[in-house]
């Protein structure tokens, strides 16, 4: 399946265009299941979007591209990889800040003062990284510094034919990953947003500043409305913040990074998606870490959560939740029981707006898809309990997945049904008095097994040999990403 976000963009592009056959197929084509990113790629700002469309009149760029970061990956992979995984991950991160890496080794390895002189010139969240590897992984650095000189020069032998607009265009896009890895992706698409672009630019451009500031409302308003369902849910904002802290321990995030402004100690919730653009993604040349399942371009927890708590404990909502984050939350069933709140909150957001254009959204309309076959009929009921179903559901699945799952040749109603039987033995024990709940005995036995099992995600294979998952790459990144230029802010 194409990526939501360049499919989108297509559309965003033709409409209001005149005289283009077919276009009203296509936009019922599309609209279904591509709305989610039309109103995540007008969130960015006017500069990016501008940028986007003038890359798309050179289509060839990005399929060169393309090359070039394959080579790039697969040459840094082999650098770092026999290095502890710990020690990988740092180097991942410390490559995010641009001119960090040639600063501490040109024009040769630098005593601890030098660094801690030069990192006055570098965000904060660099420093303690810079201090530990600029002189213990000192060869490490400086090869990765000819690596990146040798795609530096490889971009501009590449870029030297086009005029500055076209140039600057392209070093505009590449600071934003999860849009040129897209385009990569969908070339064909890419053409034909080119083309159009090319017959009427003025056109074009009016109609993404006037979808901009539709989807900027509407946006400003469900987040509204998704912040009062948490308000009123005390438990499922309680694990919304135990879930955002489990999310950013096993992804290794940095919590005290939080975003700016600063905020002050509060106990109520607010909304602010005002965000700024000045974060530090990994760069499109080398990606995240191969290691995870599908890629991700910022590391940091509330980017992706689309929340953070404050210093008095008061919950910040900045954004809606990203694919990357409620597909992780959804893929486990181990979290349905432990979040058995938070995962009706996104299933009824969900019902409630099914065509609202978030990465969160996408996700949960996956898992129902994906389980519709294992969920009641009357799932959405609306008697209240529907927590409670997902902590029953939550229990069943993770317990299949223990005695094997579908691996083991048992089906589900074959295990439903040995679970029964071995229930029903236990309530004939109780009355003999071995036992003295059944029930209860039984729910603590699935309660206590480990919770670091759960269905992972169909995967594809990226360019250096990991498994990747592409679409929920471009959800996460056009939605998160044209949030953070939203210019947004209420309290």
């Known amino acids: 399946m194409k990526t939501r976000f360049a499919m989108g963009f297509c559309l965003l592009v033709f409409t209001g265009m005149p005289g283009l056959s077919g276009l ?16 995540g790629l007008v969130l960015y700002p006017e500069e990016i979007r501008n940028a986007v469309l003038e890359v798309c009149t050179h289509p060839e760029i990005p399929a060169r591209l393309a090359g070039m970061q394959a080579r790039s990956m697969t040459a840094f992979v082999a650098l770092i990889e026999d290095l502890p995984r710990d020690d990988q991950k740092k180097i991942y991160d410390l490559v995010r800040f641009p001119g960090l890496v040639e600063a501490l080794v040109v024009p040769k390895k630098k005593s601890k003062k030098q ?103 509407k946006n400003e308003e469900k987040l509204g409305e998704w912040m009062k369902d948490l308000e009123k849910d005390p438990q499922a904002m309680q694990q919304f913040k135990e879930s955002n802290d489990a999310y950013a321990k096993e992804y290794g995030y940095d919590t005290s990074m939080l975003p700016e402004p600063a905020k002050k100690p509060s106990s109520n ?43 008095g404990g008061g919950a910040i909502i900045i954004g809606f939740p990203s694919f ?22 996104f299933n009824d957001f969900y019902n409630k707006h099914p065509d ?4 969160a959204n996408g996700a949960v309309k996956d898992w129902l898809d994906q389980n519709r076959d294992r969920l009641p009929s009357d799932w959405n009921r609306g008697d209240g309990k529907l927590a409670d179903r997902f902590a029953e559901h939550g229990r069943f699945e993770d317990a299949y997945a223990k005695r094997g799952g579908e691996r083991s040749g048992m089906t589900r109603e074959q295990f439903r049904k040995d679970a029964g039987a071995k229930i ?68």
């Open 24 to 39: 009203s197929d296509l936009q019922r084509q599309l609209t279904e299941e591509e709305k989610q990113v039309v109103e």
């Open 356 to 359: 609202l254009g978030t990465g």
């Open 324 to 345: 990357h984050y409620t597909h992780w939350h959804f893929a486990h069933p181990h979290h349905h029981y432990h979040y058995n709140h938070l995962s009706s909150r």
């Open 115 to 217: 660094i801690k002189k030069l990192l006055e010139d570098f965000p904060k969240e660099s420093h303690e990284l810079a201090m530990e590897l600029g002189r213990k992984k000192y060869k490490m650095l400086k090869q990765v510094h000819e690596l990146n000189q040798d795609t530096k020069e490889a971009l501009d032998k590449l870029l030297e034919p086009y005029d500055k607009k076209t140039k600057d265009s392209v070093k505009t896009v590449l600071k934003h990953p999860e849009i040129m890895g897209t385009l990569n992706d969908n070339l064909e698409l890419a053409v034909i947003a080119g083309a159009r672009y090319k017959e009427n630019p003025a056109k074009v451009r009016e109609r993404l500043a006037e979808l901009h500031e539709e989807a900027a409302a």
């Open 424 to 491: 029903s033995e236990r309530r004939g024990s109780a009355t003999s008095g071995r036992a003295t709940s059944t029930r209860n005995i039984d729910r603590s036995k699935i309660q206590r097994q480990s919770p670091n099992t759960g269905t992972r995600i169909r995967q594809g294979s990226n360019r250096h040999g990991s498994s990747w998952n592409r679409t929920g790459s471009m959800r996460t990144g056009s939605m998160r990403g044209g949030m953070r230029g939203g210019g947004i802010r209420r309290r």
């Open 269 to 311: 919730v607010e909304v602010n998606i005002s965000l700024g653009v000045g974060y530090y993604g990994y760069p499109y040349w080398y990606g995240g870490p191969y290691w995870y399942p599908y890629p991700y371009w910022y590391p940091y927890p509330w980017y992706h959560t689309g929340i953070y708590f404050g210093p």
